[in-house]
T-cell receptor, first 114, second 111 residues
Framework: NAGVTQTPKFQVLKTGQSMTLQCAQD?????MYWYRQDPGMGLRLIYYSASEGTTDKGEVPNGYNVSRLNKREFSLRLESAAPSQTSVYFC?????????????FGPGTRLTVL | SQQGEEDPQALSIQEGENATMNCSYK?????LQWYRQNSGRGLVHLILIRSNEREKHSGRLRVTLDTSKKSSSLLITASRAADTASYFCATHETSYDKVIFGPGTSLSVIP
């Protein structure tokens, strides 16, 4: 199992450009999440998807859109990137099987918006 | 505002000492989890404590939960240099199927 994979690992954008961050999990989890992490701010939830076909806003959804393409994949799109979106983005999937309640994280995408 | 808030923000101790980190939260929760993040890496799940539990152990980790005070603590005993990392508490809210993280505690263990 690869767990949670994210692409790309690094990206530099100019203000106004768009891009999509890809996330996939092979653990058959229902829930998936997108977080951003800024220095000293911890993780902030952008969007989450409790199951295939559903998405909900988190704490900081403005400037982002998401697509839960199927059970495996949950993508995050920046339509018009802004310098304030410079951050490290983490995707996670969530399991509640067997009494566990655990999030599994991808390696992150470092995004810089100039 | 964030659900979980860790205290202290940064902690520096000598190898062999115990490290205690605290977390406070605001709403009703199903459970509280602690995660660890090494510099530049993703988060790794350490331990989960349910809302009806008061204390849990896993190796050198001890977690307590006080739902009346809406607070939790993580104790790492006999710390090692390899424990140097950031530690985050995360709460699984009762009302929503989402997990909210606090800002984290940065732990430095000096050899």
């Amino acid at each position: 199992n690869a767990g949670v994979t994210q692409t790309p690992k690094f990206q530099v954008l100019k203000t106004g450009q768009s891009m999509t961050l890809q996330c996939a999990q092979d653990m058959n989890h229902n829930s998936m999440y997108w977080y951003r992490q800024d220095p000293g701010m911890g993780l902030r939830l952008i969007y989450y998807s409790a199951s295939e076909g559903t998405t909900d806003k988190g704490e900081v959804p403005n400037g982002y859109n998401v697509s839960r393409l199927n059970k495996r994949e949950f993508s995050l799109r920046l339509e018009s990137a802004a310098p304030s979106q410079t951050s490290v983005y983490f995707c996670a999937s969530h399991s509640q099987r067997g009494g566990r309640d655990t999030q599994y994280f991808g390696p992150g995408t470092r995004l810089t918006v100039l | 505002s964030q659900q979980g808030e860790e205290d202290p923000q940064a902690l520096s101790i000598q190898e062999g000492e115990n490290a205690t980190m605290n977390c406070s939260y605001k709403t009703s929760i199903n459970n509280l989890q602690w995660y660890r993040q090494n510099s530049g890496r993703g988060l790794v799940h350490l331990i989960l404590i349910r809302s009806n539990e008061r204390e849990k152990h896993s190796g050198r980790l001890r977690v307590t939960l006080d739902t009346s005070k809406k607070s939790s603590s993580l104790l790492i005993t006999a710390s090692r240099a390899a424990d140097t990392a950031s530690y985050f508490c995360a709460t699984h809210e009762t009302s929503y199927d989402k997990v909210i993280f606090g800002p984290g505690t940065s732990l430095s263990v000096i050899p």
